[in-house]
């Protein structure tokens, strides 16, 4: 029997300029005594985590900020988060300023401070032991500082197992943050190259959740079967059809220029509706591709990031293979990736298969993004190794809207070495 049943869970939101100050009074409407605000050093140099931490002592509350969030986490860098916050402890709640990165964080000390066992008990199975929290967590204030990644609407926390050399993640309906505070006046310190790869992983957060297979064609679930990513639905679609309607206006001029804080804000806020969106509905092939893509990384240092090491960014990962993916998809459902390219890029007439990538390819060459994966320091020989990768990704590749398989993953992978 068919799903009949979809669901939608969300933190709460604050969203507007100056919303970032106001978080000692939300915080204090949950009777907390001490908070640690976590962040990472290149956020913490802005001075908006400390800033944060300063302006709760009028409600009270106590804080301090830890910078040793790792750019792109790993297992050592969230064990050591984790170690820091048991030996200051315990901590009433948790505010995370800053990416992705800063904010799952934040999500594995919360779930690993108020439940048992180690940080591998709780990552995904294979690569983990998948057990569920059985605890309660601490209230969490999520507050994004790169306009992308969402993850202060998702219930996952992305992270690098060093020693298997694989990206993975831990994921459960209670590392929701509570709260997520998007304040665009934060985003404007974003440099040029983050708000491109951030950005293209918005445009890839709506367009996979858009073309997710439908949540209504999978087998009927129990009321325990129930994960966070539950397929297409007509709530997400809402969301992620808004999120890319302002994706079209606004994507180029807030690369062009990171002072127009009206495309700031208008980037915060397609940030949050595909976060809405996709939090829901889940994301697919470009998203399982980019866990390779990012992982196995050689040499490549991508403008406007940190330089000390070799980084294929979250957002840029995962556009090196949309247009490629959108491509073999489009025979699932052409109706929707044609409404996609003409929210995206409106006033033509669309259609057939390259429709799509066409528009997607023009987007990347106009924000700079490398032209596939063999700008990145890949080419055929590594072929065998991604598509390995991508198909450990079997929780995302549920999502697809067809099923993939081993020859299909390195077709779209092959032909996304070179994109024009
Ligand atoms: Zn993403």
Request: aromatic share 6%; glycine share 10%; net charge negative.
């Amino acid at each position: 029997m068919n799903e009949s049943v979809f669901t939608y869970g969300a933190p709460g939101l604050k969203f507007g300029e100056g919303a970032s100050d106001e978080i000692g009074y939300d915080l204090s409407q949950y009777d907390v005594k001490r908070v640690l605000v976590i962040t990472d050093p290149g956020v913490a140099a802005t001075g908006h985590p400390q800033r944060v931490a300063d302006q709760m002592g009028q409600f009270g509350i106590e804080a301090a900020v830890y910078d040793g969030t790792h750019v792109e986490p790993t297992d050592a860098s969230l064990e050591a988060a984790i170690a820091h916050a048991r030996d200051t402890g315990p901590w009433d709640a948790y505010v995370a300023v800053g990416g992705g990165s800063a904010i799952d964080t934040a999500k594995a000390v919360n779930l690993l401070t108020t439940n048992d066992g180690e940080l591998m008990d709780y990552v995904n199975a294979p690569v983990g032991k998948a057990r569920n929290p059985e605890k309660p967590l601490k209230p969490l204030v999520a507050v994004p500082t790169t306009t992308g990644t969402g993850a202060e609407s998702t219930t996952i926390c992305v992270l690098d197992v060093l020693a298997q050399k694989v990206k993975t993640g831990i994921s459960h309906p209670r590392l929701r943050p509570t709260l997520a505070v998007v304040d665009p006046v934060l985003t404007l310190t974003q440099p040029a190259g983050v708000t491109s790869a951030a950005g293209m992983d918005i445009l890839c957060h709506a367009l996979e959740s858009y073309t997710a297979r439908s949540f209504a064609s999978y087998d009927k679930k129990r009321p325990e079967e129930r994960v966070p990513y539950c397929g297409a639905n007509p709530i997400s679609d809402m969301w992620s059809e808004k999120a890319m309607s302002l994706l079209s206006r606004w994507f180029r001029p807030a690369v062009q220029d990171g002072d127009d804080t009206e495309a700031r804000h208008a980037m915060a806020m397609a940030a949050t509706f595909a976060g809405l969106g996709f939090g829901n509905a889940g994301v697919h092939i470009p998203h399982a591709n980019a866990y390779p893509i990012a992982g196995r990384v050689k040499d490549f240092h991508p403008e406007g990031y940190p330089d000390d090491e070799a980084m294929v960014p979250h957002g840029m990962a995962v556009s090196l293979t949309a247009p490629e993916a959108f491509r073999w998809t489009f025979e699932a459902d052409p109706g929707r990736h044609l409404r996609a390219a003409e929210l995206l890029a409106p006033g033509h007439d669309y259609d057939g298969p390259d429709a799509l990538p066409n528009v997607l390819t023009d987007l990347m060459r106009d924000i700079v993004i490398p032209n596939g994966l063999g700008a990145v320091g890949y080419d055929e020989g590594d072929i065998d190794d991604l598509v390995e990768g991508t198909l450990k990704q079997q929780r995302l590749l549920a999502t697809a809207p067809r099923e993939v398989t081993e020859e299909d993953a390195a077709q779209i992978l092959t032909r996304s070495l070179e994109l024009w």
